[in-house]
Structure formats: C-alpha cells, structure tokens
C-alpha cells in the first residue's frame, strides 16, 4: 500500500517532536526500574538432561571423569578424565576432552577436542578469558596448559619434572591474574602435597614457578583443636582451593586433615619446607576452621558475601562458614558417603549444588529450606559417585556434573534456580550476622 498522507505525517511527528523528547528525558532520569532486568524465556518448572556427553575409548578403559569446566563463552564444556579411587595413576594414559554445544550436528559421544595425556588427569580449569586454552593438573604432580583450538599440538605450557614441581597429585588448578597486569593470568595450583605454587607462562614451553605456599604443621594458626598428625608428618596436604570475590589476595583451602584453612597469598611469613625450591615458599594459613570428621574434597566462596564459604567432604557434610568463626553456622548431612563437589550458584544467592558418593547432584534453595534439598537430580544409575560439578556463569541455566562412568551430564535448571527471590540478599546478609550474634 503506498503511503498518499506524507506531509500530514510529517506534519504530526513535527508537532509531537518536543513532548516525546520531554518524556523520554524523563524515564531516561527515572529509577523506577533499576535492577529490573526482563527475562522474555519460558518459565520453566523442572531440571531436564540435555545432553550426556562421553568419549569410548575413556569409559571403555573404566576412566572416571574428575573435573569439568565451562569456557568463558559458556559454550564449551570440557572434562578431565582420571581416577579417584586409591592406587598409582601416574602412567595411565588419559584424556582431556571438549564439547562446543552451539555447534550444529553436536555428536555427544564424539567431542570437538581430544587432547591424549601421559598420567591421569585430576582437575582442570579453562582460562578467563581465552575460550580455547585450558590448565589442568596431572596425578604426577605437573600443571599443564593446553590449546584446545590446536588439535595436531595441544600442549602450550607444563611444568616438567623439576624440584618445583608438586611430588603428590595436584587436586586443584585456578587461574589468577598477575598482580601488575590484571590481563595477564597465572595458574595456581594446590596438591597433597601441601604446596600451593603460582606459575607463569615462560619461553619454550615452560611453566616456571613464580611464587609459593608450603603448608606445615608446626605453621597452622592454633585457634582450633587438631587431632595430632601422625609422627613425622611436617607437610598439611591441600585437596581444594576457592578464592573470595570480594578480596583478591584471600584464599581458603581445604586439607587432608579435614579443617578448612583460611589464607593469604600476602603472607611473608618463612614457610618450614623440606624440599628445595626455586623461590621462597612462605606460610599462608590465617585461621583454621573447625574440622570435618575426614578430609575435605571441595571448597566454594559465596560471590554474594565476602564473609561465607561451603566445604564438602568424605563425612558426606556440606558445612557453612562464616570467615569471622571457627565453628561452621550450620552442618548438612546430605550423603551416607563421600560428598566429592559443592559449588555456590553464580545467580542465586541462597542456591548451591552438592556432588555425592550415591549419584546424585543435589540442588539446595536455603530460602526453601536449610535442611534438605529442593532438587535431587539421579545422575547415575547404579548409584555410581558424581564427582565434579560447575554452573555456567555465561549460560546460567546449565549445570555440568561429571560421574565414575566416565560421562558428562548437562543438566538445564529450572528458572527457580536462576532467577533471584526478593530479599535473597537480604536473607544472605541474615545468614551471616546469626554467626556474629
């Protein structure tokens, strides 16, 4: 239909120019809506399993997936495979595998990247900020940087055999930015063997030490009371690392002994170490927390309060802590086995999700109840363990968990685990001062 009315449309835009200026001035002033952010999806009532990834060649040698982690566009998925159960994995081959799930025609038993790996891989971590490049720490005790985007030559960076490098399995590996160059990353890295090392990128493919933490025994903060090592043992061992949100330089990890232990990559003090070591190890710890009844599996900075963590562990507990008191606000007993994962929503400020010993992922609503879960998702059948989960900060309606069958669940979570109550913050704030009183 061809427009006849131009000047008469013309004519009337230009007499209503000034008062729609006026009022869109007015809203653009307006705080009525701040924090108001509109979400056009579907409501969305249960969690559903979108995807069960795997690759044969792993599942078939019986490898267990021991960790998993998004990319920093939430697209990718990627697992380590392993072993966690007792006996020496230092020369089983393994793998590292990828999964981009926006890619058409997505073959969940055939993933994007394949990286081969001589020793059991114990946990990985993907780069902040580079999609395709992915730390991960070995059973032999190296750190490696891989290049996922690179199939024919993965390795970018690894640590070697040096007197640097961990002499126990490494647990856990996390990126941080370099104190003088926030875009540049390291990797820090904690194992049983009760070091904490910071690694920096160097020339020909080296990772080389930059910093680092010995844990001691005769070094730990006395505010709680230990059970007495066995005779002899001097080295803590560090199974799990988080670091706060709100405090760059604070870190809790969680230990052998089963007490969780706050720390400090700004401590000075001289750390009691046995073994020789490139630069000066120092002691981290500045307050040890009361313990569980085995040792710790997984550590989680709330990113709502600077003062709350959860600690998981072989008693099958989650605890709560305050950063400000040794004894746990609240203790959950939520498996008859090992809880080997617990992770804090990065949405909702009351919601976590449990990994446990029995196949489940459990989600937790503490604004529903602070007692048992709101959700208890069957990840395997057999009553196999879970053993890693991690939302997806981009995608935030994705979980992963990986289990001992060797497979990778993509569980999509109803919008009651992504969408913030009102008062949530409110109650969190709550949660915490209760400690305090």
Same mark, same amino acid.
């Given at each position: 239909m061809p427009w006849n009315d131009g000047p008469q449309l013309a004519a009337f835009l230009r007499r209503v120019e000034v008062m729609v200026t006026r009022e869109l001035n007015k809203n653009w002033q307006s705080h009525a809506f701040d924090g108001f952010e509109v979400n056009w999806a579907e409501q969305q009532q249960t969690v559903t399993c979108l995807h069960t990834l795997g690759y044969p060649p792993a599942q078939g040698q019986g490898l267990h997936v021991t960790s998993v982690s998004w990319n920093s566009t939430g697209s990718v998925v990627a697992c380590a495979y392993g072993r966690l159960d007792d006996g020496d994995w230092s020369m089983l081959k393994s793998f590292v595998c990828a999964w981009n799930l926006d890619r058409r025609g997505l073959n969940p038993q055939q993933p994007s990247a394949v990286v081969e790996v001589p020793s059991a891989?114990?946990?990985? %971590? /993907?780069?902040?900020?580079? +999609? &395709?490049?992915?730390?991960? =720490?070995?059973?032999? !005790?190296?750190? $490696?940087?891989w290049d996922i985007s690179r199939p024919e030559d993965p390795l970018l960076w690894c640590t070697g055999l040096t007197d640097d490098t961990h002499t126990d399995p490494v647990y856990q590996v996390v990126w941080l930015p370099e104190p003088r160059h926030s875009?540049?990353?390291?990797?820090?890295?904690?194992?049983?063997?009760?070091?904490?090392?910071?690694?920096?990128?160097?020339?020909?493919?080296?990772?080389?030490?930059?910093?680092?933490?010995?844990?001691?025994?005769?070094?730990?903060?006395?505010?709680?009371?230990?059970?007495?090592?066995?005779?002899?043992?001097?080295?803590?061992?560090?199974?799990?690392? %988080? /670091?706060?949100?709100?405090? +760059? &330089?604070?870190?809790?990890? =969680?230990?052998?002994? !089963?007490?969780? $232990?706050?720390?400090?990559?700004?401590?000075?003090?001289?750390?009691?170490?046995r073994t020789p070591s490139s630069v000066p190890l120092r002691a981290p710890a500045r307050f040890t927390f009361s313990p569980h009844g085995g040792p710790i599996y997984s550590v989680s900075c709330s990113p709502f309060h600077r003062n709350l963590f959860l600690s998981a562990g072989t008693d099958g507990h989650v605890h709560l802590y305050s950063m400000l008191q040794a004894q746990p606000l609240t203790s959950l007993q939520l498996s008859h086995k090992y809880l080997f994962a617990v992770r804090w929503s990065p949405v909702r400020p009351l919601v976590f999700a449990a990994a446990s010993g029995e196949g489940d992922v459990q989600l937790f609503d503490l604004q529903k109840s602070s007692q048992k879960p709101t959700v208890s998702i069957k990840q395997t059948q057999d009553e196999s363990p879970v053993y890693c989960l991690e939302f997806n900060r981009q995608q935030t309606k994705l979980l992963a968990a990986g289990d001992a069958k060797g497979a990778v669940k993509v569980w999509q979570l109803s919008t009651e685990f992504t969408e913030q109550g009102p008062r949530e913050t409110e109650?969190?704030?709550?949660?915490?001062?209760?400690?305090?009183?």
């Open positions: 891989v114990m946990c990985l %971590a /993907f780069h902040p900020t580079q +999609p &395709s490049h992915v730390a991960g =720490g070995l059973y032999s !005790g190296e750190v $490696l940087v875009h540049r990353f390291q990797v820090l890295s904690v194992a049983t063997d009760g070091k904490v090392l910071l690694w920096q990128g160097a020339g020909a493919g080296r990772l080389q030490l930059s910093a680092g933490f010995a844990l001691a025994v005769q070094q730990l903060p006395r505010n709680t009371k230990l059970k007495k090592p066995p005779r002899g043992e001097t080295e803590v061992g560090a199974t799990a690392v %988080a /670091f706060s949100s709100f405090d +760059p &330089s604070l870190f809790v990890l =969680g230990t052998e002994g !089963g007490f969780p $232990l706050k720390c400090s990559l700004a401590a000075e003090e001289a750390a009691l170490a109650d969190l704030d709550q949660l915490a001062a209760e400690v305090a009183a």
